[in-house]
């Protein structure tokens, strides 16, 4: 039930918090929490519970007006105001191109592994055609986040009842987020793990076309899992975006990835060049 309290806390964070609206809060607070209590009996589960409750809750600006609530005096400041139509379009955008920017990278590694399995003329038609399909996907994703790049530098101006309820989801977000850097960090050392011991059995090319192709999916993970979390963070203005600085997290999040990526591609062909004798 700490979900419903955070949320009705975020939905009034605007107003003056006077002994009356903190009285209208824990006659809020109890109502909700007594649904809560009555759609758990009848066997829903804990994220029914929630979003029902929530769902039902109504426009907190209908909900001040009838309650003569008055926001307090807004804060000074530079900033984009978003909609709520906005920031779920934002956050869904984030979503879809973290997949298909992941399937982009884990494309150029499985051409890669044919550059090294197969070799020769064939190998490198492989490797081209793999990075003709995922150079237009990552146009494509680039172009569909083009319209967001300004949410990077600028503080985002959301309503309280928008706000909380992102901040309500970012609990979930931020599961999958450590869930997938954590899955993505072990299947990387499985695929080390797995390279050394193939190669102390004295196989040549097969150790490295299964790393190569076996880490594709821990940066697939990494990207699907760090864009939709940054997304919630930009956002709510927390984390790295806590003091909006010059700099696009977009570019950051690609610079991190061509870091690791294309130094670690490099390493391998080289790494192939030396163990195979190409």
Request: with cysteine; proline share 3%; aromatic share 10%.
């Amino acid at each position: 039930m700490d979900a419903i309290k955070t949320y009705l806390d975020n939905c009034f964070a605007a107003f003056p918090q006077t002994e009356k609206l903190r009285a209208l809060k824990a006659e809020m607070l109890a109502g909700m929490e007594e649904k809560y209590l009555a759609l758990k009996a009848e066997g829903k589960s804990e994220h029914e519970a929630v979003g029902n409750v929530i769902a039902n809750f109504g426009d907190i600006s209908e909900i001040a007006a009838e309650l003569e609530l008055e926001q307090s005096a807004p804060v000074s400041q530079d900033g984009i105001s978003v909609s709520r139509e906005e920031a779920y379009a934002y956050l869904t955008q984030m979503k879809k191109s973290s997949v298909g920017i992941g399937l982009g990278v884990w494309l150029v590694m499985t051409g890669i592994c044919g550059l090294v399995s197969i070799g020769g003329a064939l190998g490198l038609f492989a490797l081209l055609l793999s990075i003709a399909g995922a150079v237009p996907i990552f146009i494509v994703f680039g172009l569909r986040l083009a319209p967001y790049e300004d949410y990077d530098e600028q503080v985002l101006l959301l309503d309280s009842q928008t706000r909380a309820e992102i901040q309500q989801q970012r609990s979930r977000v931020t599961t999958r987020f450590v869930a997938g850097i954590s899955a993505g960090g072990a299947l990387v050392l499985l695929a080390v793990g797995a390279f050394v011991y193939l190669r102390t059995l004295e196989y040549q090319t097969f150790p490295l076309v299964l790393l190569l192709f076996t880490i594709g999916f821990p940066v697939f993970l990494f990207i699907t899992a760090v864009m939709p979390f940054g997304a919630h963070e930009a956002l709510l203005g927390k984390g790295e975006f806590e003091n909006k600085t010059a700099g696009k997290k977009a570019d950051r999040l690609i610079g991190t990835v061509a870091s690791v990526f294309w130094p670690a591609v490099v390493a391998a062909y080289l790494l192939w060049s030396f163990v195979g004798d190409a």
